[in-house]
């Protein structure tokens, strides 16, 4: 009997073709991707497809997103064996973290597939990626999201949608937080990538609890780098729901100075209301002197990454909650499970 799939097409490079140097969306690559696939693979797979967005992923807003969560949540569970959601690569990553977030409960593996370049570009990695995912619905007993992602050619990964980071700057290359994915997918199998920090296998089909029905746009990212004035910021003009301060590696922020000095700042967004959120934060790393000694207001967002912390605090302020309300809770595997000798 065939595998059924649904694919969820919402556009992106992924739904897009190259005319004149420029990229745009196509209606025709829909089709196209299916087609290339079964030139591959054989049609021993039955696509049932929809497409309740078209966009170009930079372009995403949040009524995008709940066009793709709702389209998700009506579909027969019981019909497929999963779910594929095509995604432009630009905003693929918090855009990964939320579905990840609204979907937990969802009985089914959903994938998230992208391209770096349109199915007409011989430099695309879409068809890979689509494979990839076709396998590791067929072979994997997971439920959640993940993204099927290959920076190289010959070697698809797949991550867990909670613990995947920004994509490297040009390249475009996806990770997962600490550059530990979940699987591997080679010559249709899948491997587990053993380490202490990946949750079992059997834990990835155990039911989960969704969070993050809506979204709250009125948050600010700071990433923290050498001089940073926050003396710049004015939220009497204009006042942020939450300011997320993206942390150096080792968990720092400089306090010292006047215009440089965050615990000044963090003083500052207390008397206006403004929630402050440190992220990333390990719980297990030494604290720096420099970081002992912090205003109470202030937030940690601990062993997670940043991208989930801003998913997590847009959500919970979305769905009328405090920041924190979300970031001490395990969602979506996107807590790093400390491992202690």
């Known amino acids: 009997m065939k595998k059924k799939i649904f694919v969820i097409f919402t556009g992106g490079t992924i739904g897009s073709a190259s005319a004149d140097g420029r990229v745009g969306l196509d209606g025709s690559s829909k089709r196209k991707l299916i087609q290339m ?64 977030l609204a979907l937990r409960d969802v009985p089914l593996p959903v994938v998230l597939v992208s391209s770096l370049f349109p199915l007409d570009d011989k430099r695309q990695n879409g068809l890979t990626n689509f494979i990839a995912a076709v396998d590791f619905i067929e072979k994997a007993k ?38 530990i994915p979940l699987a591997e997918v080679k010559d249709g199998c899948v491997k587990f990538i053993s380490s202490p920090l990946n949750p079992d296998e059997s834990v990835l089909n155990a039911p989960g609890v969704p969070a993050g029905g809506k979204i709250c746009d009125n948050v600010m ?39 440089l000095n965050f615990i000044k700042f963090a003083n500052y967004c207390r008397e206006r209301g403004v929630a402050v959120i440190l992220s990333p934060i390990d719980s297990g790393a030494n604290v720096y002197a420099s970081m002992s000694d912090l205003p109470d207001n202030v937030i940690a967002a601990k062993d997670e990454c940043l991208e989930s912390a801003t998913a997590k605090v847009m959500c919970a302020l ?10 001490t809770r395990d969602i979506a595997f996107e807590k790093l499970r400390r491992h202690h000798d």
Do not use: W
């Open 318 to 327: 979305g769905d009328g909650l405090g920041a924190d309300a979300y970031l």
């Open 221 to 259: 990212l700071i990433t923290a780098r050498s001089l940073l004035n926050f003396g710049l910021y004015d939220f009497d003009r204009t006042r942020p729901a939450a300011v997320i301060v993206e942390t150096y590696h080792s968990g720092t922020v400089c306090t010292e100075g006047n215009e």
């Open 142 to 179: 997971a439920r959640g999201v993940f993204v099927s992602f290959a920076n190289e050619a010959d070697r698809p990964l797949i991550h867990l949608a909670g613990r995947l980071t920004f994509c490297d700057q040009l390249t475009g290359y996806y990770h997962s937080v600490k550059d």
């Open 37 to 100: 696939y079964n030139a591959a693979r054989g049609e021993d797979v039955q696509f049932i497809c929809s497409s309740p967005v078209n966009m170009l992923s930079e372009n995403v807003a949040k009524e995008h997103l709940y066009a793709i969560r709702d389209e998700v949540r009506r579909l027969d569970f019981s019909a497929a064996d999963g779910i594929i959601i095509t995604h432009g690569t630009d905003s693929l990553c918090i855009n990964a973290h939320y579905l990840s």
